[in-house]
């Protein structure tokens, strides 16, 4: 079906995977007058428990919440959330701080549960006449040239086509339309996927018989172990998620060896003995719960002339150490609603233009994440990035409207794009870093000479990046 028509919202399009991004895709499309079919291969969520090893809860902040805000559920969303305002961070001998997110109080990031989340989003989506949402339907290629897609039913195993006047992938790191960019060879098509050597299991802090939280509710929990770390989000029901991240085949622990209960109680014992003592259900969880592993993401171009479009993490899947995943995803629509807004000529021109304006954001989110994994498993405990945190609070907090530390740019600060955060948080790093090393700032001096030595550090090596022509 040809499709350079001019845009209307008379249309039909076809969203592929309704997970959290396709879910929001299609509320806003339909809001805005669009016919959407959504085909999800799973169950519907809201009539089965689907987690299956799947992280259940997820970190929800500033950019998420942007496009809440788009589609009117800022308040309904609220009431699944939970504070976090910092990581509390556990050492060897069960010894914790919490290191704050921010130097403002108004400034934290929330745990949310996906499914009810999702939950919401589905339900708002199909309460528009012009949307419709089929279940247990797998999508198995696309045709990008004709924008045609098929399908296979779960249970009658029958298989079907489906077309539209575009289709929009949003089916998550195994994307059906990104497999049929890359195997049908009629363009040029850039992929990669890069595994981290580190898996990671879900496990569980249960509630307290009366229904009360183990350990301190209002924070993200992080054992740092330097090769690898736990951390554990709350769940409303009085639980925490927690997740261990861990080498599949290197150090003295790794999931290859991990084989028997007296060895998984073992590792716990010597590495996370204050967790150990909260997690009698330690050892079911570990052998009931699949290893999953940890990747990045990465293709070019995302849409085919004005057919297809790739979106979230089809396009763009980060492993989840900067807790950006969902956020991107969400700010993906966030991002392609304003390209809408601009009423260009064509569907190719919408795609052309939005990929244009947010791959450079992703690419970054991309690196930031995997930066952040060995922040968490190591430099969390280290001296000189204790007393950078510190420094780095004092300021936010003396002078909340001239500095952010690198996580506040890309965590609470939603108008600007994730590349510049990373850009200005790197170099602000750097040169506080630089500055504690050589001892020309210590956090006892004054707060107004570090801000300005740190501001003409960051400058200068913004300016000696822009010189070397590394952006």
């Known amino acids: 079906m040809a499709n350079n028509n001019k845009l209307n919202n008379q249309q039909n399009i076809l969203i592929i995977g309704a997970g959290l991004c396709g879910s929001l895709l299609a509320l806003r499309l339909g809001q805005r007058g669009f016919h959407v079919t959504v085909y999800e291969m799973r169950p519907d969520l809201r009539k089965t428990d689907i987690s299956a090893g799947r992280s259940i809860n997820l970190a929800f902040s500033d950019r998420g919440n942007k496009a809440m805000k788009l589609v009117g559920l800022e308040d309904k969303v609220k009431e699944l959330c939970i504070p976090m305002n910092g990581r509390m961070i556990h050492d060897k001998e069960g010894q914790t ?128 172990r330097s090769s690898f770390m736990l951390i554990a989000l709350p769940n409303l029901d009085g639980s925490f998620t927690v997740t261990l991240f861990l080498s599949y085949a290197e150090g003295e622990y790794n999931f290859n060896n991990l084989t028997t209960p007296e060895l998984v109680t073992a590792f716990f014992q010597k590495e996370f003995p204050d967790a150990l003592a909260i997690m009698p259900n330690l050892v079911d969880d570990f052998f009931e719960n699949p290893t999953a592993a940890l990747g990045t993401v990465k293709c070019s171009p995302w849409h085919y002339k004005g057919n297809t479009l790739l979106m979230g993490d089809s396009a763009h899947a980060i492993v989840p150490f900067y807790g950006q995943g969902m956020n991107a995803s969400f700010e993906d629509v966030v991002e392609f609603d304003k390209v809408l807004n601009q009423n260009l000529d064509s569907w190719e021109a919408t795609f052309e233009t939005y990929e244009k304006n947010r791959k450079k954001d992703t690419d970054a989110i991309a690196d930031l994440a995997i930066d952040n994994f060995h922040e968490m498993k190591g430099h969390v405990a280290n001296p000189i990035f204790q007393e950078k945190r510190k420094i780095e609070m004092a300021l936010e907090k003396e002078f909340p409207n001239q500095y952010s ?63 070397a022509g590394l952006y």
């Not at 897609?149 to 575009?166: G, I, S």
């Not at 790093?429 to 504690?436: F, P, R, T, V």
């Not at 001096?445 to 030595?453: E, Y």
């Open 97 to 224: 701080f919490l290191s704050n997110y921010s130097g403002r109080d108004y400034e934290y990031i929330n745990s949310i549960s996906r499914g009810e989340l999702n939950s919401l989003l589905l339900t708002e989506a199909e309460k528009h006449e012009n949307v419709t949402i089929h279940f247990n339907k797998k999508c198995k290629s696309v045709d990008f040239e004709n924008t045609t897609a098929l399908f296979q039913d779960y249970n009658t195993k029958d298989e079907f086509v489906e077309d539209a006047d575009c289709i929009i992938a949003t089916d998550g790191a195994g994307s059906a339309l990104r497999k049929s960019y890359y195997l049908g060879k009629k363009f040029l098509f850039s992929f990669s996927q890069d595994y981290l050597s580190h898996g990671y299991k879900e496990l569980s802090i249960l509630p307290t018989e009366t229904g009360d939280y183990k350990t301190y509710k209002n924070a993200l929990h992080i054992w740092p």
């Open 405 to 467: 530390s690198k996580y506040s740019l890309v965590t609470f600060n939603e108008n600007i794009g994730y590349r510049q955060a990373m850009l200005q948080g790197r170099a602000q790093d750097k040169a506080i870093l630089n500055m504690l090393t050589d001892k020309v700032i210590s956090s006892e001096d004054n707060l107004k000479d570090i801000l300005d030595k740190v501001n003409a550090g960051t400058e200068a090596i913004l300016e000696d990046d822009r010189i």
